[in-house]
């Protein structure tokens, strides 16, 4: 597999995913909805590395989604693949935001900057709640923030 273009070095999570012919739009390029389920992509890979997939099996506290936005910079076509990073870059007592980007391997340029608000949530309570202590940890851990600095 070819390497990670150094826009994403040291992130996270870092996903090759193939450009499908039927993500296409009218216009000929990738849809934009596309981008979000990439950036999905990303956030669910986050999930499970900083353990918050885990603590839903076991705990019933999950992330749930508050908030996603993207910058649309250039057009992906198909055939292409696009190389999609997710990292944290603020982290809550109850929340924490992340960063996403999505590179074409065919160009190496990047075609979209995104960021989305990920809220601890309650499922059984339906409410929002601290993000679990191990959870908190392992995010810091994949950053390579202080233990003690958020």
Same mark, same amino acid.
């Given at each position: 597999?070819? !390497?990670?273009?150094?826009?994403?070095?040291?992130?996270?999570?870092?996903?090759?995913?193939? #450009?499908?012919? !039927? @993500?296409?739009?009218?216009?000929? %390029?990738?849809?934009?909805?596309?981008? =979000?389920?990439? =950036? $999905?992509?990303?956030? #669910? $890979?986050?999930?499970?590395? +900083?353990? =918050?997939?885990?603590?839903?099996? @076991?705990? &019933?506290? !999950?992330?749930?989604? %508050?908030?996603?936005? +993207?910058?649309?910079?250039?057009?992906?076509? %198909?055939?292409?693949?696009?190389?999609?990073?997710?990292?944290?870059?603020?982290?809550?007592?109850? &929340? =924490?935001?992340?960063?996403?980007?999505?590179?074409?391997?065919?160009?190496?340029? #990047?075609?979209? $900057?995104?960021?989305?608000? #990920?809220?601890?949530?309650?499922?059984?309570? &339906?409410?929002? +709640?601290? /993000?679990?202590?191990?959870? *908190?940890?392992? /995010? &810091?851990?994949? $950053?390579?923030?202080? *233990?003690?600095?958020?």
């Amino acid at each position: 597999m070819p !390497g990670i273009p150094a826009e994403l070095a040291g992130w996270p999570v870092v996903l090759r995913i193939p #450009v499908q012919w !039927g @993500e296409m739009d009218a216009y000929g %390029h990738v849809n934009n909805t596309v981008l =979000f389920r990439y =950036f $999905e992509s990303a956030r #669910v $890979e986050y999930l499970v590395k +900083c353990g =918050f997939a885990r603590s839903w099996e @076991e705990d &019933r506290i !999950g992330a749930i989604l %508050h908030s996603t936005g +993207c910058r649309f910079r250039r057009p992906l076509f %198909h055939p292409d693949t696009a190389i999609v990073g997710g990292r944290a870059v603020e982290l809550e007592d109850d &929340r =924490f935001t992340m960063e996403y980007r999505v590179i074409s391997a065919a160009s190496d340029e #990047v075609a979209a $900057e995104g960021a989305g608000v #990920v809220v601890s949530y309650d499922y059984e309570r &339906r409410r929002k +709640c601290p /993000i679990p202590d191990t959870v *908190s940890a392992a /995010i &810091r851990a994949l $950053e390579g923030w202080e *233990s003690d600095a958020s």
